[in-house]
C-alpha cells in the first residue's frame, strides 16, 4: 500500500520519466533512483504497521528529494559547466606558476649578485662600487626575467580565455621588428653597456681615454659613460659608439720620467741620485702609502739634439702617479742644481760659411735699424756665395 501510494506522488510529478539527467547518460533518472528505497519501504511496513506514521515523513523526504532533483536538472547544463571549470582552473594554476617564477627569482638574483661580486673583486679588488654595479645589474636581470614571466602568463591566461592570441602575436612581431629597426643603436648602447658593467674594466673616479678624450669618469650607466675633462669639460659617450677605451688608473699606475742631462755627465750617476731621491720619498708618510715599488730604471733612451734622455718610472696606487710625479720633479730640480748636475735647454748654432766675414755685435748699444741694416748685409753677403 506504502509502494502504490508513493508512486502515485511521484507520477503525479512527472518523475517516472525514462529520461537520463542531461550531460551525464550514466545515472538514471530519478524515478529509478527512488523506487528501490520505495520497495525496501513498503516490505518493511508490511511486516510492522507500527511505523506508519515515520514511514509517511520519510517518504514526504523522499518525494521532496526527487523533486530538488527534477529542478536542477532542467534548469542546470553541467555539460556546458565542465569546460568552463576546467579553463578557469587552468587559468589559476598559470597565475600561481608565475607567481612562483618570480619569487625564485627573487631570491636567485641575490645569490647571482654574490656571484658576480666576486668575480669582480678577482680582477680589480674591494671595492664599494662592485657592490652597487652588482646591485644594478641584478635589478635589470630580475626586471627582465620578470617581466617575460608574466608576458608569457598573459598570452596562455588570454588563450586559456577564449581570446584569439594568433593576431596578438602577429602584431607584436611586427611592432618588435618595427622597435628593432628604429631602436637598434638605443639596443647596442645598453647591450654594451651591461658587458661594460660585467667585466669591470672601468669605474667611476677612474681616468680614462675614451677615444682619444681623456678625463675622470664620473657615471657609467647602461647607455652612457660620462668623462669630465681637466677644464671641467663633460663628455658623453653612448656606449655603442665606445671603439678605444684606455683606463690610465686600473689596479694600479705608473709616472715615466724622461730626464734629459748634458752630455758631459756621468749617467751612472744620474741615475743613482734619481734612485736615492725615490727612496727619499718611499719612507716619508706622506707618500709611503702612495708608492708600491721602488723606482725602476729603463736605462738611457736616446741621444737628443742637445741632451742625453734616462727614462725611469715608479708604480704608484691607481690615481696617484701624477701626485708622486709632480712632486718628484720638484725634488730632481732641486737636487741637480744642488750637485751641479746640468739640465741642457735646446739651443741653436748659426754658420754662415767661410766666405762671410766676422761680425761683432754689441747689443746693449744696438737699435731697431741697425739690426736690420745688419742683417740685410748678412744676407746680400750670402746671395754673392756660389
Not at 709616472?255 to 731621491?277: M, Q
Request: aromatic share 6%.
Amino acid at each position: 500500500m506504502m509502494l502504490n501510494e508513493g508512486l502515485r506522488v511521484i507520477r503525479k510529478f512527472d518523475f517516472l520519466s525514462s529520461r537520463p539527467l542531461p550531460g551525464r547518460g550514466d545515472l538514471a533518472p530519478p524515478a529509478a533512483v527512488l523506487l528501490p528505497p520505495l520497495r525496501a519501504f513498503d516490505l518493511h511496513n508490511r511486516a510492522s504497521t507500527e511505523n506508519e506514521q515515520e514511514g509517511c515523513n520519510q517518504l514526504r523526504f523522499l518525494v521532496k528529494l526527487a523533486l530538488v532533483m527534477k529542478l536542477f536538472s532542467e534548469f542546470t547544463d553541467l555539460s556546458a559547466l565542465y569546460p568552463a571549470l576546467q579553463h578557469a582552473v587552468r587559468i589559476v594554476v598559470i597565475l600561481i606558476a608565475a607567481y612562483i617564477s618570480t619569487r625564485i627569482i627573487a631570491k636567485w638574483v641575490p645569490r647571482l649578485r654574490k656571484r658576480l661580486v666576486e668575480q669582480m673583486t678577482r680582477r680589480a679588488g674591494p671595492d664599494v662600487e662592485l657592490e652597487k654595479r652588482a646591485a644594478t645589474l641584478g635589478g635589470i636581470f630580475r626586471k627582465t626575467i620578470n617581466v617575460c614571466v608574466w608576458l608569457l602568463a598573459l598570452v596562455m591566461v588570454l588563450r586559456e580565455a577564449g581570446f584569439d592570441i594568433g593576431p596578438l602575436l602577429a602584431g607584436a612581431g611586427v611592432v618588435g621588428i618595427a622597435v628593432g629597426f628604429g631602436a637598434q643603436n638605443l639596443v647596442t648602447d645598453v647591450a654594451s653597456g651591461i658587458f661594460l658593467l660585467l667585466e669591470n674594466r672601468v669605474q667611476i673616479n677612474d681616468v680614462a681615454i675614451i677615444n682619444g678624450t681623456g678625463g675622470l669618469v664620473e657615471a657609467i650607466n647602461l647607455r652612457t659613460i660620462t668623462l669630465r675633462g681637466l677644464d671641467g669639460t663633460l663628455h658623453v659617450f653612448t656606449n655603442g659608439s665606445i671603439n678605444t677605451l684606455s683606463n690610465m688608473t686600473h689596479s694600479y699606475s705608473y709616472y715615466v720620467f724622461d730626464i734629459g742631462v748634458a752630455y758631459k755627465e756621468d749617467t751612472d750617476r744620474v741615475v743613482k741620485v734619481l734612485a736615492s731621491i725615490a727612496d727619499e720619498m718611499m719612507r716619508e708618510d706622506e707618500y709611503k702609502s702612495c708608492i708600491l715599488e721602488p723606482l725602476e730604471v729603463l736605462g738611457v733612451d736616446k741621444f737628443a739634439d742637445s741632451a742625453v734622455i734616462i727614462k725611469v718610472r715608479i708604480k704608484t696606487a691607481p690615481i696617484k702617479q701624477w701626485l708622486v710625479g709632480r712632486e718628484m720633479n720638484r725634488r730632481i730640480k732641486k737636487k741637480f742644481d744642488e750637485l751641479g748636475i746640468e739640465i741642457p735647454f735646446p739651443h741653436v748654432s748659426l754658420y754662415f760659411g767661410e766666405a762671410s766675414k766676422p761680425v761683432s755685435l754689441s747689443l746693449k748699444e744696438l737699435d731697431r735699424e741697425q739690426l736690420k741694416v745688419l742683417i740685410r748685409e748678412v744676407l746680400e753677403e750670402s746671395k754673392k756665395q756660389p
